[in-house]
Structure formats: structure tokens, C-alpha cells
């Protein structure tokens, strides 16, 4: 894709947000938050209900602008852009109420995703770009339409993709089936899949361990952390879970009412004063107990 | 000058009814996110409801104060009743249901009501419009210069009944505790169904409101009109919407300032360039607001929650 | 159901096909079976116009079903667009009414003018749908309906006001260029279309944008510009259906294209089930049909005249109940997401799921 730079280094921030604050009227839901992610990154996302953690997801995700500070995506300043044309950046996410495409096969769910790469779409560029683009675009409509054997190979290229990432992420046996018909755990884990065939640098998981039970849970772990070495990532998620965060995360940060309250490796976090109040004032006791 | 005047008091008078009308709709877009299609044509009902009160009256009777008020009454009931049956009958059975099917009710419902009364079987009254009795003697109250500017006696009747029912919706959603459970199912309907609210009696009751509303204005506006036809429903409702939603829609404030407006631009349109456009301002203006602000003048783009 | 439209209908048989014929395969069986059609029923005015009639309808219907059905957003002003188109190919086809083009025999002649007129109220509509389109495709979906239905009304008040169109007279006079053929060349070409859009990779971002709006912005689909290209594509069929209504009535006036037209369009493709193209075609077939029918019936029935017009009165309000029946008991209209071949009973041959 043209519009990105050329290929970040190992070290640079893939995703940098700095001093993002938002406001929704007067009700601040986030604060001066700060976060860089950088490759091979597996970050966490903490805090009791109602702390700001999705509107964070939704400010990095372009879904809400931030009213203050930056969103940087692998270098380029994303505030006021959309939510596909950050995806294009190399940022993708899952939803903490899956939203699946219910009535599309798993397959197609995750063709659309690979679909929706390939520089197709303008991502702010000059007036010129835009227009050859815009071209592109139409061109690729007509060969569509006319089915040209290009087109059709393009389209056996996207199913060979989607197929392996439904193998990756165990589905190939629910290749055909309707995404609603999916087990809750496998809706899941498709949701990765269809994230991950954006090609993302950075992946967003929110509470992808919601509703699973112990032993998916585990599997679960062991899955991020393969998917972040197999697909180079830098990973980001929110849980609720704190056995799993702090068994899977290098760093947390912890927020409250939309402030950041702790920042670290999960032991130095696990320790902090303000998150033990910060949880225990909400009583919430299954943390608690994680973090005794 | 004085031509400008007359134009604005026109504007204003025909913007007071658009606002009655506009109200309803946001109203119940308010609590139900739902555009309420078939509200123009519950107003066309509430009108042939008040023009056959006004016959079983009589020429004496519809036109002494009492004769007003039963006029106005029976097509408010009437409305009110009518909102409720649809409400109850093919929305709420659809509330939990993708938006989109709400909708298409809504436009089917609003068909079948402006072509239904365009049939001549039974009671219903046939496609050609009827004129609308004279409830109110027409009479010239202020003259200024030499009939450069006239205001009507029936212009400053409606404005006062616009204005007086706007004030009591205004008392009503904010002062009482029903406003205030209007407003907390606006906001989060299943939230506040949890907290004891009774939902489904305030949507319902909401529905009556903004139908009876709609009866009161219809009937105004056939009163200015001296005619009543089946699709004045969708006309006058369509307009009514899009003031709404230039004003913003779901803000109450906002609905009055756009029918307010749109009364204006239209009289003006008329006025100063020709009759003939009128029904296309209307839908021109509104597509020149949402390409400047998306959201309507007083509104916000809501962002949908993720 | 398989995933919604996965095969363009010529896939039957594609393991057979080389791909470098398949793009064009249908085309070159649709035209013999057309030019045959046409053989057969030239004799007959009575069911060249009902056939030319439900041919329309069939196009207005498919390319409705693109925005409504596989976009999810909801137009009400298809009307709208075929006036454009009508009116547009019409003033076409009159201005050049004197013009031949000598190298060709007048027929062909003729029918090249008459694709000319056609193609250029088909570009017309497609940019009036643009210029709708954008603004209120920006905005959440019921904005579209209300953006559309105002659109028609733009449309018909611009009509009546121009000497060009006839103003409320209409336009009269325009060559009857149209032949059950040309109509049906263009049914099967908005059935091709909508098929292969379904079918291929544009196709699923419809649907996704139909499914979940925000998740599908999310996996990088720039919906906004997914549903413009969608309403535009719509709004060209329809301007063609315009076109091809403008060669075979003998008048044209802004009555044809009122909001009552739009609802029917709006009817069928509810009833087919939004997201079916052979849905909206079945249905546009049925609905174009039943009135007709029930005419010719009481007309031989010797019902005193009144009878045969109230058919005509009464299809109104039972559009609009028949759309609130179908909301409650059967939202899904006929066939729902699926295609014919997908309803159809067991043992007859099915297709394959997935594409290739």
C-alpha cells in the first residue's frame, strides 16, 4: 500500500496514543491516556466495569475521535480518520459483544475481511491519488461484473487465504455454516480469525475470554500468544479475566473512571494500592481474588 | 417592507403547525428510535374526524366556542386512540426486531391509511378533497398602511393553540413524573424498563400524546386550508418530519426552531419565486442540511454504541 | 441457507467452463433465446405491452433489491429515478427522432438511437443517485428513505415545471422503439449484474454492511463508499427501466412515477424477501400479474366498468396491509436471503455451495 511508510522497524510504536482524552458532553470517559505498541507486544487492558476501557478501544479504532492528544498508527496521525481507513493502517479489533456478520458463512465472514485490504480504498492522500484510486476502483467493479479470469483467480487466491486462517483458528470444519449457528466459544475465536485477515500489525482483542469457561480459557492463552509470533503482532487486550491477563500480558494498564491509575508488569500491578481500592471499592471480588 | 412582513407573519402562522406535527415525530423517534411514518396520515384521520364532528353539529353549532372545543376534543380522543391501536398492535410486536422492519410497518401502515380513505366504499370519503367548514369566521384582525399587511383572525387562533399546546408538552415532559419517565425510555428504554419503569405504558402513552397533537394541528391546518383531503396526511406530514429532522431530531426544541424555518423558507419560496416549487423546497432544504451539518442544526451525529 | 448469493447463476456448470469464457458465456445464450421471443410473440400488441410491463417491473424490482435487500439500507424513491431516466431517454429519443444513421438499415438504426436514449437516462439517474446518495448514505439508514421519498417529490415539482417535459401534460410523441426483446436483453443483464455483484467480493461487503454496519467499517470496509457505489449502480437500472417504460406507453406524464410507484416496487421486493433477486423477480411477476388478472376477469365476468376500476383503487391500501402482514408474520418475505434454486423441493438438482 502506498500509503504507508516503509515497514516500521521491530522496535518502532506500531500504536501510540498520547494524552487521548474524550469527552461525551460533559462526562470525561477517558483522560490523558497513554500507550504504545510496539511488534511482539502483549499488552492488557484493565479495570472495573464502566473504567473506560472500550471507549479507549474506540478511540484507538477511529470509532470516537478523541476530544485532546494523538492516535498514531504505525507513525501516521490518525485523528478524524474512519475506522476502515485505520484498519488499512495495519489495526484490528474484536468486539466485546461478538458482531459477526451473522448470516454469512464463517468463511465469507473472514473473505470479507481479506477482501477489504489491498490499497482499494484512499486513505487521505492528494487529490491525484485519490482519483487513480477512485479508478481502481471502478475497474475492479467492471471485472467483477465481467467475471474476468483475473478476477476469478483473485477470488480462489482470497478463499485459499481465508480457508488457512479458519485452519489456524481450528474452524475448517465450520466452514460453511452460518456464522450464527456457531457455538458461543467458536464465535469467538472466528472473530480473531476475521480480524487477522485485515493483516493487521496490531490486533485489539476485547475480553475475548468473556463467557468461556476454564478450559477454553487456557487454550485461549496459548492461542494469543502463538498468533502474536506467527503473525508478528503486537497484541492488545481488554479483560475482565485477571487470571488470564496476568498470565498471558507483559504490561498492564489499569484505568479507572477513565484514568490511568497503574501502569507495569502484572506483579508490580498486582501490588498497587490504587488498583486493589480501585476494584475492591467497586467490589468486585472475583479480582480480588486474583489479586491476593 | 410591508410585503416582507406579511411574508413572515404567513411563514411563521404555517411554521407553528409544521411544529405540532414535527413534535410528534420526535417525540416517538425519541423513545422508539423509530421514524413514525404513518404519523402524517394518523393527523389525516384526526382531521376527517373533526370534519364529521363538524357536520353532525351542524353550521350553527360548529361555529360557537363549544362547537370548537367538541370539534377539537373528539379528533384529539380520536387520534389518541388510533396511535394507541397502532402502537399496540404493529410496533410493539416488532420492538425487539431489526429496526428496518419497524419501519417498513410504519410506511405500510401509512399507506394503507392515505389510499384506504381514498376509496368511496362504506364510510370512507373518496379521493377528492372536501372543504373543511368554516369553524372559524375568517375576519381581518390588524390592518396595517392600506391592506399592505393582514393578520388574520384565524392565523392568531392557531398560533395561540400551537403555542399553548407546546407549552403544555413542554410542562409535560420536563415538570411531571411521566416527562420524566419519557425521557429516562428515550434514553435507554430496556435500563429503564429494569428500574421499574413501565415501558410499554409510556411508549404507549407517548404514541397517544404525539397522535393527538397531530389531530390538533391537522385540524388547524385544515381550518387555514378550508380543505381536507386523504393525502394531506402525507404531505404535510412529510414536511412536518423534515423539519424535524433539520431541527435534529429526538430534540424537542429543535423540532419547533426547523418547523419554524421551513414555514419561513416555504412562504418565501412562494412568495418571492413561484408556487410551483413549493412541494421541492421542503425536501431541497433538507438535503442541504444534512450535507452541511449531518446532524440537524440542534442535533448530534450519535455514534452508535460499540 | 448458503452464504447469501455465493454463485452467479452461470456457475451451474462452471467446473465445465474455462474462465476465460465465463464472463461472457450467458450473454451468448441469452441472445438467440431472445431474438426467438421476439419471433413468437411480434404477432401479439396485447402481450407484447403486459410482457414489456412485468419485464420493467422485474428490472425496477432487482436493481431495488440491490440497495434494499443486499445493502440494507432502504430507498422509497426508486420511482424517483425511473422518471429520470424516462424523461431523460424520452427528450433524447425526440430530439434525434429525425436523425438515421445512414451506413445501417433504419431498424438498426433505430435501435442503436433508442440504446443511445436509453443509456443516457440510465447515466442520469445513476448521477442523480450519486448526488442523493452521498449525503444521506453518510448518515444511519432511515435518513435514505426519507432522503428518497423527498427525492421523487424534487423530481416530479422539477417536471412539471419544465417546458422541455411536457410539463403536467407529459411527453408524447416518443418513438416506440421498445420491443419485448430489448426489454428482456435488459432484464437479463440487471439479473446478471446483481448475480456476479452478489457472487464476488463487492458482493460480501454488501452483505456485511447489511449484517453489522460497524463491524464491517471495522474489517476495513469503507461502507460508505460501498453504499454509494451500491445506490448508484440501482439508480442506473432503474433509469434504464425508465427508458425502456418511455418507448412503449404512448405517453408519459409525472402520474407514472409517483410515490405510489415506488411503494410497488418497495412491495415487491418486501414480499420476494429483501436480499432474493429471483425473489423480487417472482414477486415482481406475481404483483405485475394479479391486477391485470383480476381486470381481464371482470371485465369477462360483464362486471359493469366500475368494478374492473376498483381493482385498481383497492391495490393501494392492500399494498400497504399486505406490508405490515408480511412485517409481523413473515419478515423474510418469500424466500428470505435465498435464491429459488435454494427453496426448491429435494430432488431436483441443486447447486453447489461456495464459489469455485
Known sequence: ?292 | MSQLLQHLINGLAAGTIYALVALGYTMVYGVLKLINFAHGDVMMVGVYMGYATAFALGRQAQRSLWGVVVIFAVAMVGCALLGFLIERFAYRPLREKPRLTALITAIGISFALSYGFQLDIGFLPGASPRAFPEVITPSEWFIIGDRDVVIWNWQVISFLIAVGLMAALQFLVYRTRFGKAMRAVSYDHRTAALMGIPTDRIIALTFMLSSALAAGAGLLYAIKDTSVSPLMGLYVGLKAFVAAVIGGIGNVPGAVVGALLLGLVEEFVVGYAASTWRDAVAFAFLILVLLVKPGGLFGRVAAEKV | ?356
Open chain 3, 1 to 356: 441457507m448458503a452464504a447469501p448469493g455465493v454463485t452467479t447463476l452461470t456457475d451451474v456448470d462452471a467446473g465445465r467452463v474455462p474462465p476465460a469464457l465465463r464472463g461472457i458465456l450467458p450473454v451468448l445464450i441469452a441472445l438467440p433465446v431472445l431474438a426467438l421471443a421476439e419471433v413468437l410473440l411480434g404477432a401479439s400488441p396485447f402481450a407484447t405491452y403486459l410482457l414489456s410491463v412485468v419485464g420493467v417491473n422485474i428490472i425496477l424490482a432487482v436493481s431495488l433489491n440491490i440497495v434494499n435487500g443486499m445493502t440494507g439500507q432502504f430507498s422509497i424513491g426508486h420511482a424517483g429515478f425511473m422518471a429520470v431516466g424516462a424523461y431523460i431517454a424520452g427528450v433524447t429519443s425526440l430530439s434525434l427522432k429525425e436523425v438515421a444513421l445512414s451506413f445501417l438499415p433504419v431498424a438498426a438504426s433505430d435501435q442503436v438511437l433508442f440504446t443511445v436514449a436509453l443509456l443516457a437516462g440510465g447515466t442520469c439517474a445513476a448521477l442523480c443517485g450519486f448526488l442523493v446518495g452521498l449525503p444521506s448514505l453518510r448518515l444511519r439508514g432511515d435518513y435514505l428513505a426519507i432522503v428518497t421519498l423527498g427525492f421523487g417529490e424534487i423530481i416530479r415539482v422539477v417536471v412539471q415545471n419544465t417546458e422541455a417535459f411536457g410539463r403536467a401534460l407529459g411527453l408524447s410523441g416518443i418513438p416506440q422503439y421498445s420491443s419485448v426483446a430489448m426489454v428482456y436483453f435488459w432484464v437479463f443483464l440487471v439479473v446478471l449484474v446483481a448475480r456476479r455483484i452478489a457472487g464476488s467480493s463487492h458482493g460480501r461487503s454488501l452483505w456485511a454492511i447489511r449484517e453489522d454496519e460497524v463491524a464491517a467499517e471495522a474489517m476495513g470496509v469503507d461502507t460508505t463508499g460501498y453504499k454509494v457505489r451500491a445506490f448508484v449502480i440501482s439508480s442506473f437500472f432503474a433509469g434504464i427501466a425508465g427508458g425502456l417504460f418511455a418507448h412503449f406507453v404512448p405517453i408519459i406524464n409525472p402520474g407514472s412515477f409517483t410515490f405510489v410507484k415506488s411503494m410497488e416496487i418497495v412491495v415487491m421486493v418486501v414480499l420476494g424477501g429483501l436480499g432474493s433477486t429471483t425473489g423480487a423477480i417472482v414477486a415482481a411477476i406475481f404483483l405485475t400479474l394479479l391486477p391485470e388478472g383480476l381486470r381481464s376477469l371482470f371485465g369477462a365476468l360483464g362486471a359493469e366498468g366500475s368494478l374492473a376500476q376498483k381493482v385498481d383503487q383497492i391495490r393501494m391500501p392492500v399494498y400497504g396491509l399486505l406490508l405490515v402482514v408480511l412485517m409481523l408474520a413473515r419478515p423474510q418475505g418469500l424466500f428470505g436471503t435465498k435464491e429459488l434454486w435454494d427453496v426448491l423441493p429435494r430432488w431436483l438438482p441443486r447447486k453447489k455451495k461456495g464459489l469455485t
Open chain 1, 1 to 292: 500500500m502506498s500509503t504507508v511508510a516503509a515497514a516500521p522497524a521491530p522496535g518502532d510504536a506500531l500504536l501510540q496514543a498520547s494524552g487521548v482524552s474524550i469527552r461525551f458532553g460533559g462526562l470525561k470517559a477517558l483522560t490523558d491516556f497513554n500507550l504504545t505498541v510496539r511488534q511482539g507486544d502483549l499488552l492488557g487492558l484493565i479495570g472495573p466495569n464502566g473504567a473506560g476501557k472500550s471507549t479507549a478501544f474506540n478511540v484507538l479504532t477511529g470509532v470516537y475521535q478523541p476530544t485532546e492528544g494523538e492516535v498514531r498508527v504505525a507513525g501516521q496521525r490518525v485523528n478524524g480518520w474512519v475506522p476502515h481507513q485505520i484498519n488499512h493502517l495495519g489495526l484490528a479489533r474484536t468486539f466485546q459483544n461478538i458482531r459477526l456478520f451473522r448470516a454469512l458463512t464463517a468463511l465469507d465472514n473472514v473473505k470479507v475481511a481479506c477482501r477489504a485490504q489491498g490499497g482499494l480504498h484512499p486513505v487521505r492522500l492528494g487529490p491525484m491519488a485519490k482519483a487513480a484510486t477512485a479508478m481502481r476502483n471502478y475497474r475492479d467493479w467492471w471485472r467483477a461484473l465481467l467475471l474476468t479470469p483475473g478476477f476469478q483467480a483473485e477470488e480462489r487466491e482470497l478463499t485459499r487465504q481465508a480457508e488457512h486462517l479458519l485452519e489456524v483458528m481450528g474452524l475448517s470444519h465450520r466452514r460453511d455454516e452460518e456464522a450464527k449457528n456457531l457455538p458461543y466459544g467458536e464465535q469467538r475465536r472466528l472473530e480473531i480469525a476475521r480480524a487477522l485477515g485485515t493483516r493487521p500489525k496490531v490486533l485489539l482483542l476485547d475480553e475475548p475470554a468473556a463467557g468461556m469457561n476454564t478450559r477454553e480459557k487456557a487454550d485461549l492463552m496459548v492461542l494469543i500468544r502463538r498468533l502474536r509470533d506467527e503473525f508478528s503482532l503486537g497484541v492488545l487486550v481488554i479483560e475482565h479475566d485477571m487470571k488470564l491477563v496476568m498470565g498471558i500480558c507483559e504490561r498492564i494498564t489499569v484505568l479507572d473512571h477513565g484514568e490511568t491509575i497503574a501502569r507495569g508488569a502484572p506483579a508490580e500491578v498486582r501490588s498497587d494500592r490504587k488498583v486493589i481500592e480501585a476494584y475492591l471499592g467497586d467490589s468486585y471480588l472475583e479480582s480480588h481474588g486474583g489479586a491476593a
